[in-house]
């Protein structure tokens, strides 16, 4: 797997760095395109059609069509485990888990995912950190958040409680991927003093267009039928999206996502982030140039959702930081290539930087 590393980077040359990221724009410019491609209007077809489809049922008011609520019982024997625990923070029970000895790693998943999201890093570098990951409100088995306040310091507080109910008091490494990467960074900002590394895995923070799935909060009877009708072809037809290798999207896969998205009360609060991102994705975060620890971008170079010119606005703010763009990779780097990212990962939070590979572009 192809990666891009400029050298004038690993020197730390700001103004070297600011030429590097325009040669690498001119060559995302000449890269596959997906989010304008082929695929991309197979799934717009399909995501129509599917809407289309059900707005027609909700219309006709076709109650057999609807899709009800999981029980919470049901889910927890089936996507907890031996090492999951519930914690009361504020009125929510967030479902977590805590393993390993060691420095503190903080993980943090995306939008409409779980903690399951970094199995992978438990395997390959479990046995280095005390790793700490929880279903963030809104999501997985945690579900919605009592307050039904999702912002940035909600979810912070979240983290501030979590972190003191588990009694950590070491410095911290921080990651997370998406929505996930929103909150790290956020959290970076409000507690300097205990992040001592930063990993951000697609994390958005400046102006961008949202996907249409996240838009669609917004359109006409989306509070109705985004919570009433979740039909699994459209979770399918997402993560396919999401991962460059689509032959990684397993049945098993698309349960775990389809399933945790039917606990009760996840669907109304989804809508409530895709309502907040909207927002916060017409304007430039404000803050980010004041993080201040070393960080490390994880980012996959095909990921439609938090594209690479967000990547690159990254490095125009925060000009040392280290980074890993990936090729034939989608939006979730941990889910597709768990053991590159891993590695990868767990090399930063050891030495502070990222090797530099033979076969690296250059």
């Known amino acids: ?31 596959t395109g997906r989010a304008t491609g082929e695929a991309y209007r197979q799934w717009l077809k399909l995501a129509m059609f599917g809407l289309l489809a059900l707005l027609a049922i909700h219309l006709g008011g076709c109650q057999s069509m609807r ?26 029970m967030v479902h977590y888990r805590d393993q390993g000895k060691g420095q503190p790693l903080v993980l943090m998943h995306g939008m409409a995912s779980s903690l399951h999201t970094w199995d992978g890093w438990q395997t390959y570098i479990g ?20 307050s039904g306040e999702y912002k940035a310091e909600t979810y912070v507080r979240i983290i501030e409680q979590l972190l003191k109910k588990l009694d950590v008091k070491e410095k ?32 958005p923070a400046f102006k961008q267009d949202v996907p249409l799935v996240v838009k669609m909060a917004n359109w006409p009877g989306a ?44 669907r ?17 975060a404000a803050g980010v140039e004041k993080i201040s620890m070393p960080t490390l971008l994880m980012w996959g170079k095909e990921d439609p959702w938090v594209p690479m010119s967000i990547a690159l606005r990254w490095l125009q703010v925060l000009p040392q930081a280290q980074y890993r763009f990936y090729d034939g990779v989608g939006h979730m780097p941990m889910e597709e290539i768990p053991m590159e990212s891993a590695l990868d ?14 076969n690296d572009a250059r």
């Open 1 to 31: 797997m192809t990666l891009i590393v400029m050298p004038s980077h690993e020197a730390g040359n700001t103004n070297s760095t600011g030429r590097g990221i325009v040669q690498m724009q001119a060559r995302m410019q000449q890269g």
């Open 67 to 92: 899709t009800p609520d999981m029980s919470l019982d049901v889910l927890k024997q089936k996507y907890a485990n031996q090492h999951s625990r519930f914690i009361d923070i504020d009125g929510t």
């Open 127 to 146: 046995d280095h950190y005390r790793i700490i990951r929880f279903d963030v409100p809104g999501f997985g088995l945690t579900g919605p958040l009592a």
């Open 172 to 203: 911290i490494t921080l990651a997370g991927n998406s929505l996930g990467g929103f909150i790290a960074w956020n959290y970076a900002i409000a507690h300097p003093e205990q992040v001592d590394r930063l990993i951000l895995l697609d994390a």
């Open 223 to 266: 509070e109705s039928i985004g919570t009433q009708y979740s039909p699994r072809f459209l979770v399918s037809a997402n993560l396919r999206r999401l991962y460059a290798n689509q032959g990684m999207v397993t049945d098993e896969l698309v349960d775990r996502y389809y399933d945790l998205t039917l606990r009760p009360g996840n």
């Open 268 to 284: 109304p609060a989804m809508l409530r982030v895709f309502r907040a991102m909207i927002d916060g994705a017409k304007q430039d």
């Open 345 to 358: 990962a767990h090399r930063f939070i050891q030495t502070g930087s990222v090797e530099v590979r033979d």
